[in-house]
């Protein structure tokens, strides 16, 4: 169920309503919007008895969501949503796109340090590098760790990069929680339900990675589950699938970025790194991604990806990198986004 209110409710209004479905015993979610507040309910089991609630004042309608996801639909926002980063011009969603490049992993200090040198110069606004690396073989590389946050803690500050970095399991969420801008849950963890609701609890964006064989109905469900907690500022990010293709390591299913679109405000980045598993189908799958409507791109880039710990196949180098952020600029006005170069700090969100 969905309350709307009326363009001209009272903050008051707002929180009498929230009020009253507490205490029937159900959880409100007031999402704001450009025009007027709407307030998701969850937590009901059957119908919630609508009577009630549309005489309470400020309230326009109360209407039923048929959706499986909820807080995730536009029936609930209309609204595209755009996450903000504090004291920065970064954003993710709105007419800005939004690009994370840095390596599979952190390997070292110097490596992380290189990549996010170039990355930066060529114009990112965030860094990413896993710190917990979700391996098939447990005796591949495993990730630094804590270390790896600390290094990439030092790179925001002397970057301006925000950070993204993925929580493994519910020990190593907490502190990527602690020293990141963005919490990763990753592919193998979207249906990873008590992982979800405890990234859902915290105050900070996460940002969701579509399973192997995910629907776009279970990939939403993913989002919801962060959703339903209270957490609002979720990403989705489109990943490839696995199908018959054996010309790529997955396969990059680009039109689920207007059917996501359609039916979701959320915003939604598309990684042609792992979506492809090849260096030299990056690049045209980023600008196919960004024509089709993505509000970003996640990369993964290397300076000597022969060398990579992880991932290196399908690492661009940081010359490819800045080819890429170049063609995409050109790509963007036409779809009437806009490629910010570089990221601002020690600035009033925008
Ligand atoms: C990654 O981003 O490095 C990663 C492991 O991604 P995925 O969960 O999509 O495989
Ligand atoms: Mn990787």
């Known amino acids: 169920m969905l309350v709307v209110m009326k363009s001209q409710a009272t903050p008051e209004q707002i929180q009498a309503v929230c009020d009253h479905i507490e205490l029937l015993g159900f959880r409100p979610h007031p999402l704001p919007g450009a025009q007027r507040t709407a307030i998701g309910i969850t937590g009901n089991k059957g119908e919630v008895d609508r009577g009630n609630l549309e005489s309470l004042p400020g309230v326009a309608e109360v209407i039923r969501v048929s959706k499986a996801y909820k807080l995730a639909s536009r029936d609930v926002k209309a609204e595209d949503t755009v996450i903000r980063f504090a004291g920065t011009d970064a ?3 709105g007419r800005d ?3 994370v490049a840095g390596p599979c992993s952190i390997e070292s200090r110097e490596q992380a340090f290189a990549i996010a040198e170039q990355v930066a110069a060529a114009g990112a606004q965030f860094f990413r590098g896993g710190a917990y690396k979700p391996r098939t073989s447990p005796y591949a590389f495993q990730g630094l760790g804590l270390d790896a946050l600390k290094i990439m803690a030092e790179i925001r500050d002397r970057f301006g ?3 993204i970095t993925e929580a493994l399991d519910n020990e190593t969420l907490e502190l990527v929680a602690e020293w990141a801008d963005v919490i990763q849950i990753g592919a193998r963890n979207m249906q990873n339900f008590s992982l979800l609701k ?3 609890k915290l105050r900070k964006p996460v940002l969701v990675k579509r399973g192997l064989s995910a629907t776009l109905e279970e990939f939403l469900m993913a989002a919801e589950y962060v959703m339903s907690e209270g957490n609002y500022e979720v990403i989705l990010c489109e990943r490839g699938v696995r199908t018959f293709s054996d ?3 997955n396969t990059l299913d ?5 059917a996501l679109k359609r039916v979701s405000h959320l915003p939604v980045l ?3 790194s792992h979506g492809t598993g090849r260096r030299d189908s990056v690049l045209p799958m980023a600008r196919a991604a960004v024509a089709a409507g993505a509000d970003g791109l996640l990369v993964e880039v290397h300076d000597h990806p022969e060398a990579a710990l992880s991932d290196g196949p399908q690492s661009i180098y940081p010359e490819q990198f800045r080819s890429m952020m170049n063609e995409i600029e050109q790509i963007a006005p036409i779809v009437e986004r806009s490629l910010p170069r570089g990221i601002h700090v020690g600035v009033a969100a925008g």
């Open 254 to 258: 680009l039109s689920i970025i207007p």
């Open 161 to 163: 990069l925000r950070i």
């Open 198 to 200: 405890k990234a859902g």
């Open 91 to 93: 954003a993710i969603g």
């Open 247 to 249: 010309h790529a390591r």
């Open 97 to 99: 796109l939004a690009v």
């Open 270 to 272: 598309v990684d042609p």
